[in-house]
């Protein structure tokens, strides 16, 4: 088999994916080495359905009269509220871990 050293573009394909945006792929040869060129995406494609808001007081209207037990909160629920108490949730229960390795010593 004889190799070509022709430079040139080799093969492009436009493809259509179902978020609307358009990829190209197009090779390039380039002494008989195959080198692909990508075109990235430059922004997500549009979510096929919206987030609803979920307030607390809905949640509280919908569950009266039915067992608690069975109720499920979303976690956002009860995550911290301000990224001071974000950094310092790791503190809380710090004398455990002091207490661990004062034992981890003995």
Not at 19 to 44: A, F, T, Y
Not at 46 to 55: A, N, V, Y
């Amino acid at each position: 088999m004889s190799g070509s050293t022709d430079c040139g573009v080799h093969s492009a394909t436009n493809i259509d994916n179902p978020g609307g945006q358009e990829v190209v792929d197009i090779q390039i040869q380039d002494s008989n080495n195959m080198l692909p060129e990508i075109k990235r995406r430059s922004k997500l494609p549009e979510p096929t359905e919206k987030e609803k808001g979920i307030s607390l007081w809905s949640i509280i209207k919908d569950s009266v009269g039915k067992d608690l037990t069975r109720v499920c909160l979303p976690v956002y629920f009860n995550e911290p509220l301000s990224s001071l108490q974000k950094c310092f949730e790791d503190f809380e229960y710090s004398y455990l871990l002091d207490q661990a390795y004062e034992y981890g010593k003995v």
